[in-house]
């Protein structure tokens, strides 16, 4: 059986992992490592709470600087929504607006829609005489 390993000895691990790779370590990298998540969450609470007792960024948050794909306007979004987007758009009507845009009705839909709005005119009337 392998000895425990104290919060100084892995936190000086970690320091010299971040040195090798310039990563923060992961969950992922603990087969590198040669002490246990268990260990981790014993001494330190969580993993989070280690990385930054070993004054390392955590890894999560990272920002980018993104173009619209419909008004071209520049904005913020973090790398982990552009990843999972094929376009990136500044907010939800510039997407609206891009996946709406030549759309077809049916002559069924048209009709459904035209007694909708019949049917809330209706509505606010009766309302208004209340």
């Known amino acids: 059986m392998t000895e425990q ?3 100084r000895e892995i936190t ?3 320091v010299n992992f ?3 790779t310039g990563k923060s370590p992961c ?3 603990l087969a590198h490592l040669p002490f246990s998540k268990n260990r981790v969450m014993k001494l330190f609470g969580t993993w989070n709470n280690m990385l930054k007792i070993s004054g390392l960024k955590l890894n999560r948050n990272k920002i980018s600087e993104i173009t619209c794909f419909l008004c071209k306007k520049k904005v913020a979004r973090q790398v982990k929504e552009i990843r999972k987007s094929k376009r990136s758009f500044c907010s939800s009507e510039c997407s609206a607006s891009y996946y709406t845009t030549g ?3 049916s002559e069924e839909t048209k009709r ?3 007694e909708s709005l019949k049917a809330h005119r209706i ?3 009766t309302e208004k005489n209340i």
Do not use: D, P, Q, T
Request: net charge positive; aromatic share 10%.
């Open 5 to 7: 390993l104290s919060k």
């Open 12 to 14: 000086k691990l970690v």
């Open 18 to 20: 971040y040195k090798l």
């Open 27 to 29: 969950l992922k990298h």
């Open 103 to 105: 759309r077809k009705h």
């Open 112 to 114: 459904k829609i035209s």
């Open 123 to 125: 509505f606010l009337n």
